[in-house]
Structures are given as C-alpha cells and as structure tokens.
C-alpha cells in the first residue's frame, strides 16, 4: 500500500521542538548537592540528568545533546575543568553551554574557567531562582538553535526536490528576476544553448531569447492554469546560429518577483508543420486537378447520355408508329401469335419512350445551371401537382389531405417534380384493395430548413432500402408496378439543388414517410 509522502511546515517543526524536552546534566560528586540542584530545576519542566564524577558526565555526552551542562569544580580524580576540557574535545558536545559551580571566587579559576569555554560562573551557596533563571535562558537557547537547524534542513531538502525536478524537465528551464537577470537554469539549458551553466548566471536570458518579454508571464498569471499560452520565439545558441523555441513563462513570488522559462526546441515540431502544410497544399491540388477530370468526363458523359436520349427518342417512335399502323391495316391478316408480339413491340417501345424521357428530366434536373429563385407558394404548387395527377386520384379513389404549406424562396420546377413523383409514388404503390391515403405536411427543423412529408398507407419498404431507392435504376417492386426506376433519383437530385436533403422512414405493410429539408431561402 502506497502512503503519501508527509509534508511538514515550518509552523509544525516549531510545534514539535517546543514539545521536546531539553536535557541538561549537571555534574557533581556530592549526592546531597545533586538532589539540591534536582530540586531547583525540576519546575522548569526539563530532563534533568545527574552524573556523580567527571567520567560519568563525559559518557553522558557521548550519548546526548544537552542544552546546559552544570558542572562542579571541585571533584576527586578528575575536576570540573579537566571534565570540560574533555567534553569540549568531543565534536558532539564542544559547543555545549556549561556553567561552573564553584566555593570560591578566584580570578585564576575564573580564567581558566573561560579559557575552557565556560559562559557562567555560579558561586555557592547557590541561589535558586537565579540558577532557574540561567538555566532556562540556555534551555530556550537550546531550542531555537535545535529550530533553526531543522529549518535549516528542511529547506536544504525543498532546494534538493526542487533542483531534482527542474533537472529532470525535458525542456531548458531558467529562472530569472522580473528584468530578466538569470538566477538558475537546468542542465538541458547547456546542451540547448551551448553554454556553461556557470556563464550564463547573472546574465540577461535576452542573450539566448531575445525577444524575451516579462509581459509574457503576466499574461500566463491571468490565463488558465491548464492552458498557459504559449509563445514561438526564436532563440540564439552560443555559436550564433539559431532556431525556432516554444516557450511557456509563468511568475511566482520569493523575494520579489521570479520568472520560470521554460524553453523547447521547436525545429522538428516546425519541420513537421512545414511537411504537413506541403502535403496538404499538394493533396488539395491533386484533388482539385481529380475534381476538374472528373466534372470534365461527367460532362461529357452527361452529353452523351442526352445525345444517346434524344438520338433515340425519334428511332422509338419510328418503331411504335409502324407497330401501331401494322396492327391497324393488317389486324385481319395476322394470326393470335403474330399480334401478341405486335403488342410486346408495342408495350416495349412505350416503356422505352418513357425511360428516354426519364432520363433526359433526370439530366435535366441534375445538371446546375442559372435556375430561377423565386417566392414559390407550396399550398398552390401542390394543388397544381393534385390537379395533374388527378386522373391517377379518381381512378384509386385516392384521399390526399394536405395540411398549410408555407411560401418560400425555391426553384419551382424543381419543387413541382419533387412532389409529383412523391405523390404519385404514394397512389401508385397502394397495398391491394385499399383506399390511398395521403398527408402533407411541413414543419421547420433546428437548422431553419423547412422539413416537408409524404406520408402514404401503402405497401412500405423495408428499412435496408431506405438509402437504395434514391438511386438511378433501383426498384423494389418491379414485377408488379409499372415505373421506370428514375423517379426518387430524380427527387433527390431536385432536393440537393435547393441545397437540401431527401430521405424515407418506412416499414414493410405499414405505410411510407418520405421527408425533405430544403432552405428557405437560396444558400448564399
Ligand atoms: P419507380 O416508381 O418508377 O419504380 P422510383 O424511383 O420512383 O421509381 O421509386 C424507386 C422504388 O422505390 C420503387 O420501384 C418502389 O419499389 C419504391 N418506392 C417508391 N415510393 C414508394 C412508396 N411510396 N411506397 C413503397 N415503395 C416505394
């Protein structure tokens, strides 16, 4: 299990050295005299501990900080002086504050009691409240002192993360005054700019950037903090030459105002974008070059499908007419056979004569040209389309329901073929035995466009059809419904002139919907 790192405040280090308690040891070879003095510092609330000879006292400081050390002159085998000419020998314990106890006052003592790094001296008979009083001025001596060195530390180790991340950044980072003097850069900023580290201290970062604006870290203080803007700029190596860099900046505040710098090499990154803009420039010229063949050989096919149409056109009724004049003057002479296939001469060439013309209003109606945008009234076009289709409406006793329509700017002929195919697809393919009902309909969508619908009750389509019927030639219900198959094409072509869509929402039996969403005024 992972437990996050503890981060602990100056504010907490405090908290925790005034929680410690100081140690002081005091040092006599008289046991009454050490309970004595025992009992004079134990109110201060500190670990007091006794050594009885001068040995005693060195072991002890071998093993512990103290923060006062109390120490009788006058001691058999090893006297106060000798002990902290000892102690102070120690690395540990030469910088220990200790106060001598001594009967007398003799200046050769005092002397030599200073010599050896003595700061006090008390003289015996001791008075309490004065030895309180100078013990717990080194007791608080003692824990600032302990203070300030875990402060110390503790800042050592924020400086050793904060070098380790700005050497581990993959971009050159430098931090500079507000004027732009550098104060610190990572080692990526070397190998980037050709620099010693040491040489670029103290300079301006102008010398490696120098457009480099102080403005630039006040605009990121006020941005996003997950978005910091970025600037291209370029930038001067050491040897002269330069390159393209990608900079981010962003301020913060120790004495005084910093600002971090943080610098890439942007030359691959613009060697790319020169590539992809290349590549573009020549797709879009390969694919403008593709486009202008590809209208030329749909031009010419268009013109040969109308040519093959119209050429045909004449041939066809050429055919039917002597088909028509056979069977009027040689009826009498022709056997049952003969005049069947007279009729399925007759027939085919009808049926070839309306494909002709299918096609030629389907080149017609696809073909982009100056069409005339007007204010065109639906409810009226509609009625004209009823009105032509109304021999098909008596003969199915068809009931068309048509509900207000708006008036828009359109292109009416295009308009009148969309919903004279619609509506006459709708009586045609009517389920057997049942009365054709018709509704129109229209609404305007999200994107203004006006939506109209055919909605029928006939034989339907299946829904995998639905995109397949719009095409050229492609019927479902050939066998049994006379149609040319050209007839939606010819819808959906109209519709994407008016800069709309055309589509059909539909099941097999239950009836067709079929929808277009055309502008309501001409697309810019
Ligand atoms: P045509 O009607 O001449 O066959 P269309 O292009 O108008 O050609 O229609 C293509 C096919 O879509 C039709 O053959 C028919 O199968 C189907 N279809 C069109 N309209 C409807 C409709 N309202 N209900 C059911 N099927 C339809």
Same mark, same amino acid.
């Given at each position: 299990?992972?437990?996050?790192?503890?981060?602990?405040?100056?504010?907490? *280090?405090?908290?925790?050295?005034?929680?410690?308690?100081?140690?002081?040891?005091?040092?006599?070879?008289?046991?009454?005299?050490?309970?004595?003095?025992?009992?004079?510092?134990?109110? *201060?609330?500190?670990?007091?501990?006794? =050594?009885?000879?001068?040995?005693? =006292?060195?072991?002890?400081?071998?093993?512990?900080?103290?923060?006062?050390?109390?120490?009788?002159?006058?001691?058999?085998?090893?006297?106060?002086?000798?002990?902290?000419?000892?102690?102070?020998? $120690?690395?540990?314990?030469?910088?220990?504050?200790?106060?001598?106890?001594?009967?007398?006052?003799?200046?050769?003592?005092?002397?030599?009691?200073?010599?050896?790094?003595?700061?006090?001296?008390?003289?015996?008979?001791?008075?309490?409240?004065?030895?309180?009083?100078?013990?717990?001025?080194?007791?608080?001596?003692?824990?600032?002192?302990?203070?300030?060195?875990? @402060?110390?530390?503790?800042?050592?180790?924020?400086?050793?993360?904060?070098?380790?991340?700005?050497?581990?950044?993959?971009? =050159?980072?430098?931090?500079?005054?507000?004027?732009?003097?550098?104060?610190?850069?990572?080692?990526?900023?070397?190998?980037?700019?050709?620099?010693?580290?040491?040489?670029?201290?103290?300079?301006?970062?102008?010398?490696?950037?120098?457009?480099?604006?102080?403005?630039?870290?006040?605009?990121?203080?006020?941005?996003?903090?997950?978005?910091?803007?970025?600037?291209?700029?370029?930038?001067?190596?050491?040897?002269?030459?330069?390159?393209?860099?990608?900079?981010?900046?962003?301020?913060?505040?120790?004495?005084?105002?910093?600002?971090?710098? /943080?610098?890439?090499?942007?030359?691959?990154?613009?060697? /790319?974008?020169?590539?992809?803009?290349?590549?573009? /420039?020549?797709?879009? @010229?390969?694919?403008?070059?593709?486009?202008?063949?590809?209208?030329?050989?749909?031009?010419?096919?268009?013109?040969?499908?109308?040519?093959?149409?119209?050429?045909?056109?004449?041939?066809?009724?050429?055919?039917?007419?002597?088909? !028509?004049?056979? $069977?009027?003057?040689?009826?009498?002479?022709?056997?049952?056979?003969?005049?069947?296939?007279?009729?399925?001469?007759?027939?085919?060439?009808?049926?070839?004569?309306?494909?002709?013309?299918?096609?030629?209003?389907?080149?017609?109606?696809?073909?982009?040209?100056?069409?005339?945008?007007?204010?065109?009234?639906?409810?009226?076009?509609?009625?004209?389309?009823?009105?032509?289709?109304?021999?098909?409406?008596?003969?199915?006793?068809?009931?068309?329901?048509?509900?207000? *329509?708006?008036?828009?700017?359109?292109?009416?002929? *295009?308009?009148?073929?969309?919903?004279?195919?619609?509506?006459?697809?709708?009586?045609?393919?009517?389920?057997?035995? !049942?009365?054709?009902?018709?509704?129109?309909?229209?609404?305007?969508?999200?994107?203004?466009?006006?939506?109209?619908?055919?909605?029928?009750?006939?034989?339907?389509?299946?829904?995998?059809?639905?995109?397949?019927?719009?095409?050229?030639?492609?019927?479902?219900? +050939?066998?049994?419904?006379?149609?040319?198959?050209?007839?939606?094409?010819?819808?959906?072509? /109209?519709?994407?002139?008016?800069? +709309?869509?055309?589509?059909?929402?539909?099941?097999?039996?239950?009836?067709?919907?079929?929808?277009?969403?055309?502008?309501?005024? @001409?697309?810019?």
């Amino acid at each position: 299990m992972n437990t996050a790192p503890t981060v602990r405040s100056i504010s907490d *280090l405090s908290s925790d050295v005034a929680d410690q308690h100081a140690k002081v040891l005091l040092v006599d070879d008289d046991r009454d005299n050490l309970l004595a003095l025992h009992a004079i510092l134990e109110p *201060l609330g500190q670990e007091l501990m006794l =050594a009885s000879s001068g040995l005693e =006292a060195l072991r002890f400081c071998l093993e512990h900080d103290f923060a006062a050390l109390l120490l009788d002159v006058r001691m058999p085998d090893m006297d106060g002086f000798e002990t902290a000419e000892l102690i102070r020998a $120690r690395k540990r314990s030469s910088h220990t504050p200790i106060l001598f106890l001594t009967g007398y006052r003799s200046d050769e003592q005092l002397f030599r009691g200073y010599d050896l790094g003595a700061v006090d001296f008390l003289f015996k008979p001791i008075v309490p409240e004065v030895l309180q009083s100078k013990v717990a001025v080194f007791v608080e001596l003692s824990r600032k002192e302990q203070l300030l060195r875990r @402060k110390t530390e503790a800042l050592e180790r924020t400086e050793r993360k904060f070098r380790a991340v700005l050497e581990a950044a993959p971009d =050159a980072m430098v931090i500079t005054d507000e004027s732009g003097v550098i104060q610190l850069a990572n080692s990526r900023t070397d190998s980037i700019f050709g620099y010693a580290r040491e040489q670029l201290m103290g300079s301006k970062i102008t010398s490696i950037i120098p457009g480099w604006d102080p403005v630039w870290s006040e605009r990121a203080a006020a941005s996003n903090p997950l978005c910091v803007p970025e600037t291209r700029v370029v930038a001067l190596r050491r040897d002269g030459s330069t390159f393209t860099a990608q900079i981010t900046t962003s301020p913060f505040e120790v004495d005084g105002t910093c600002i971090t710098t /943080a610098i890439r090499d942007a030359t691959e990154q613009v060697q /790319a974008e020169q590539r992809i803009l290349r590549i573009n /420039a020549e797709l879009e @010229k390969r694919v403008s070059e593709r486009t202008a063949d590809l209208m030329r050989s749909n031009d010419a096919l268009r013109q040969f499908a109308w040519a093959a149409s119209h050429d045909l056109q004449e041939p066809t009724r050429m055919v039917l007419a002597y088909s !028509q004049w056979l $069977r009027k003057s040689g009826h009498s002479k022709l056997n049952e056979k003969e005049q069947n296939m007279l009729t399925c001469v007759e027939q085919n060439s009808q049926r070839l004569q309306a494909l002709l013309e299918a096609i030629r209003e389907y080149i017609y109606i696809s073909e982009s040209g100056d069409e005339q945008w007007t204010t065109v009234d639906c409810n009226a076009l509609v009625h004209n389309v009823l009105g032509t289709l109304q021999g098909a409406i008596t003969e199915s006793n068809a009931v068309v329901e048509c509900m207000p *329509l708006p008036a828009l700017e359109s292109v009416e002929i *295009l308009l009148t073929q969309v919903f004279q195919n619609l509506v006459g697809n709708a009586i045609k393919y009517r389920a057997d035995g !049942q009365t054709p009902q018709i509704i129109i309909t229209s609404c305007t969508n999200n994107d203004g466009h006006c939506v109209f619908s055919v909605q029928d009750n006939g034989i339907g389509i299946e829904p995998q059809y639905a995109e397949y019927i719009f095409n050229v030639f492609k019927r479902l219900h +050939g066998q049994n419904y006379s149609g040319t198959g050209i007839g939606l094409a010819i819808c959906k072509a /109209a519709v994407e002139r008016l800069g +709309g869509r055309i589509w059909v929402e539909s099941e097999l039996g239950k009836g067709s919907t079929f929808r277009f969403a055309i502008p309501q005024r @001409k697309p810019a």
